[in-house]
């Protein structure tokens, strides 16, 4: 069944550092996308990175690269040098490719809420 | 663009009523998700459409529930007979279809926050 995880409610991280975001999942298809968006408490759902699952090279934009382990079933957002307005909730998010139905939907994790200190 | 707009933003009502909120997506966009999301947790797959066909519909999601887009633009979702435990934000988004760039993210509406009294 499809499936994700991250593992850690909460991170802390000095301004200026880069911090890991955790995030694995399951699933038996071939093709499928891998998703971050970043919800402030604003409330709104702002994507950041995108990463396929037949792309070789790891996604990056800008301060934001996704750390793709295919085998391993991982991948985790990286944020370099953060600011104190990183500080919000981040969700992981898989869309799994074309079922019989001839559609997809997407799934998300629980989410990791980060606190950049100054 | 003028984004995904959904209606109302705030509802309030009584354990036992019913609720129907409207969602617009992106014109462009035939790909239409209903999300609930409660405090501190991720959003939670209630249905999706393709154009006006519900394509998947969750099995946690009880008979009270129904979703429709009719003309393959808005969509509906209803809530019969509310409970508490409804109490969440209502989240729709949407995004283009396979030959429109299938891999394209959910671009999400501000949601609406529902409150069971």
């Known amino acids: 069944a499809q499936k994700i995880t991250q593992t850690q409610p909460g991170m802390f991280v000095q301004e200026k550092e880069a911090v890991t975001l955790d995030c694995t999942y399951d699933?038996?298809?071939?093709?499928?996308?891998l998703f971050w968006y970043k919800q402030p408490s604003s409330g709104e759902m702002i994507f950041l990175i995108y990463q396929g699952s037949y792309d070789e090279q790891n996604a990056t934009e800008g301060r934001y690269s996704l750390n793709f382990q295919k085998a391993r079933k991982s991948a985790n957002l990286v944020i370099s040098a953060s600011q104190l307005g990183d500080s919000a909730m981040y969700f992981c998010?898989?869309?799994?490719?074309?079922?019989?139905?001839?559609?997809?939907?997407?799934?998300f994790g629980a989410g990791t809420r980060l606190f950049v200190k100054a | 663009d003028t984004g995904v707009s959904q209606d109302p933003r705030h509802k309030i009502t009584k354990r036992g009523q019913n609720v129907t909120f409207r969602c617009d997506p992106i014109s462009e966009h035939n790909r239409l998700y209903w999300y609930r999301q409660t405090l501190g947790q991720g959003p939670e797959f209630l249905t999706y459409?393709?154009?006006?066909?519900?394509?998947?519909k969750s099995r946690l999601l009880s008979d009270r529930f129904s979703a429709e887009r009719p003309k393959g633009s808005f969509s509906t979702l209803e809530i019969q007979r509310t409970e508490q435990g409804d109490s969440a934000m209502y989240l729709c988004?949407?995004?283009?279809?396979?030959?429109?760039?299938?891999?394209?993210?959910?671009?999400f509406g501000n949601g609406t926050r529902l409150t069971v009294t």
């Open positions: 988004a949407s995004s283009p279809g396979a030959s429109q760039g299938g891999n394209s993210p959910l671009h």
């Open positions: 699933t038996s298809d071939q093709s499928y996308g």
């Open positions: 459409f393709q154009n006006e066909a519900q394509l998947e």
């Open positions: 998010a898989m869309r799994e490719g074309y079922r019989n139905t001839g559609g997809f939907k997407t799934i």
